[in-house]
């Protein structure tokens, strides 16, 4: 969890106090866990259309509604495979 | 004439922002810097089937277009109030019988005025991200709007009003003081995001990956470094359009895409990537850390991965969940329950993907990360009903004639 512990941590020099480096791991595990748990926490709320926006961030309160160079859906997912179907009935 | 016309239409493409920046410089005006250039485009057409295309066609259409302004500037010049609207130098000495070579320093000079500019913050942050783009990006109007999700009609307006503002505010065409810098960054950051978005995945033309936009952006993000040392998302922002751009062979092959699982990996700009890294490295030990940092880790971490099996995908989702406190965008959450899907089981992405499905219903890559996990699931019913409907949304021809062919490749 490298990249996690550079982005959260607030020292600027030398090691990651032990307490700090423990509370952020411990972040991690309830983060994993949540997945695990198939996202029931957050995934269940329906997050409002006006919440949408920005990959700018909010300084003046006004947020953008964007779209950004996502790899995760832009070229992990969002590949058309071809279903592996053996009936187009079945299929359609 | 059809390959002059091609060639014409392929210096636009690439140096029309360059161009434009520096006509507003000289003229004072977007509307008379755009004109020029349409004029002297026209003039290029007209005259370089029988003369023969210039060594250098950018250099001509600069001279051409220069040329028109001065004609202009002087003649109105008599007639025209002094107290100019715009408070830009008009020169004077004689450019119109200069030949311009190229002046990359010069050019870039120009494309930071201008795009403080159009930053300005007179301008609301919608009006500064969609002008910078029409003028310096060299997007077009529909596809500005497809990046930001709205109708063409809208964003249109919003031009028209943006340079409006410009001329009644008399905003000066400079570089913000030293002082006054950092306040204006966060919009000019977000317009090169912006430009390289549309080149990392075309919203229209013949190509999904439109490498010039993408090299305008890494190159715009670069002057931005190089003119604010020591500003973390800066580099940020330059680390994650390195990253994500250096795999930009392996993704489109015989005009196919392809996915991250079945790239090539050898195609992949190792250099790009080192760069990359490094820059985040750089970054990150600033310790002022944001948005654009968290999403150049996680391209980072699709960067390191030597075989797409190898990719972590439990610290993706992570940084997602972090990169979601700061943007609590329905995109963002997309992009985090795919990374969920993956790392946790396509069950588990569904069900955070379900809660945006009304903020998400009219983006065809929330129906085309639904029907992939549909698909992993062999919920083949589900899968195709999810397809045809990003089918029915998808804006790129590549995304959708490949999808077309694997719907038809069934029937």
């Known amino acids: 969890m490298r990249y996690m512990m550079l982005v959260y941590s607030k020292e600027l020099d030398g090691e990651m106090p032990a307490e700090e480096a423990v509370r952020i791991r411990a972040g991690h595990a309830a983060v994993l866990q949540d997945a695990a748990q198939k996202g029931i926490l957050q995934g269940a709320e329906p997050l409002a259309p006006t919440t949408t926006a920005t990959t700018v961030r909010m300084e003046d309160g006004k947020p953008l509604i964007t779209d950004g160079p996502f790899a995760e859906t832009k070229e992990q997912l969002a590949g058309y495979y071809i279903l592996d179907c053996q009936n187009l009935d079945e299929a359609i | 004439m059809a390959d002059v016309r091609a060639l014409a239409e392929a210096v636009f493409r690439e140096e029309s922002g360059r161009i434009v920046a520096s006509l507003i410089r000289i003229s004072g005006s977007f509307d008379r810097a755009e004109e020029a250039m349409q004029e002297a485009f026209a003039s290029a057409l007209a005259s370089w089937p029988e003369t023969g295309v210039p060594a250098n066609p950018g250099a001509w259409i600069t001279t051409a277009a220069h040329r028109r302004i001065i004609d ?36 870039a000079d120009d494309r930071l005025r201008l795009i403080f500019t159009c930053c300005h913050p007179a301008l609301n942050r919608e009006a500064q991200v969609a002008l910078t783009l029409r003028t310096l990006g060299g997007l077009t109007t529909p596809e500005i709007a497809h990046a930001f999700l709205v109708p063409e009609a809208t964003l249109a307006q919003r031009l028209v009003r943006a340079k409006r503002k410009i001329q009644e505010a008399r905003i000066p065409y400079e570089v913000p003081p030293v002082g006054r810098l950092r306040e204006r960054l966060v919009a000019v950051q977000a317009v090169i995001y912006l430009i390289f978005n549309e080149g990392y995945s075309a919203s229209s033309g013949d190509c999904l990956v439109r490498e010039d936009l993408c090299a305008e952006a890494i190159r715009l993000g670069r002057v931005l470094c190089d003119l604010m040392a020591g500003d973390a998302e800066n580099l940020g922002l330059l680390a994650l359009m390195l990253l994500q751009n250096s795999r930009r062979a392996a993704r489109v092959v015989d005009g196919a895409l392809i996915t991250l699982e079945e790239q090539d990996r050898s195609l992949w700009d190792q250099s790009a990537i080192g760069e990359g890294l490094a820059l985040l490295e750089g970054a990150l030990r600033l310790r002022q850390a944001g948005p654009y940092q968290v999403q150049a880790a996680i391209a980072a971490l699709h960067a390191q991965a030597g075989k797409a099996e190898q990719t972590d995908w439990a610290q993706i989702a992570a940084l997602y969940e ?34 945006l499905s009304s903020a998400l219903d009219g983006y065809y890559l929330f129906h085309a990360a639904r029907a992939d996990l549909l698909r992993r699931l062999e919920r083949r019913t589900d899968a195709v009903e999810a397809y045809r409907r990003a089918l029915e949304l998808a804006g790129n021809p590549v995304e959708r004639k490949f999808l077309s062919r694997r719907i038809r490749e069934l029937e």
């Open chain 2, 72 to 107: 202009a500037v002087r003649r109105e010049r008599t007639r025209r109030d002094k107290q100019d609207s715009l408070r830009y130098e008009i020169e004077s000495s004689a450019p119109a019988t200069q030949e311009f070579e190229e002046e990359p320093m010069g050019f």
């Open chain 2, 322 to 355: 972090k990169l979601g406190e700061w943007n609590p965008s329905p995109v963002v959450a997309l992009n985090h329950a795919a990374a969920v899907a993956m790392s946790a089981g396509p069950e588990a992405g569904l069900r955070r993907m379900a809660s």
